[in-house]
């Protein structure tokens, strides 16, 4: 039942991952590249896209 839950929260967090990378303003290939690799590498992805990803939109105050 352990690995469901984690499971669970990986898929969400990935799904959260994508959908900020296709809210960036990062370029289309790099978008395309980012997203790839947070499929293909659920984990390892993520925590690339944590430390390295391209970040969201950003408001200017």
Do not use: H
């Not at 669970?8 to 967090?13: D, G, M, V, Y």
């Amino acid at each position: 039942m352990e690995y469901g839950i984690i499971g669970l929260i990986i898929l969400i967090a990935d799904i959260y991952a994508i959908y900020q990378v296709f809210t960036s303003g990062a370029s289309t290939g790099a978008k395309v590249v980012w997203t790839v690799v947070i499929l293909v590498l659920p984990v390892l992805g993520l925590i690339a896209w944590l430390i390295a990803g391209p970040r969201g939109k950003s408001v200017n105050i």
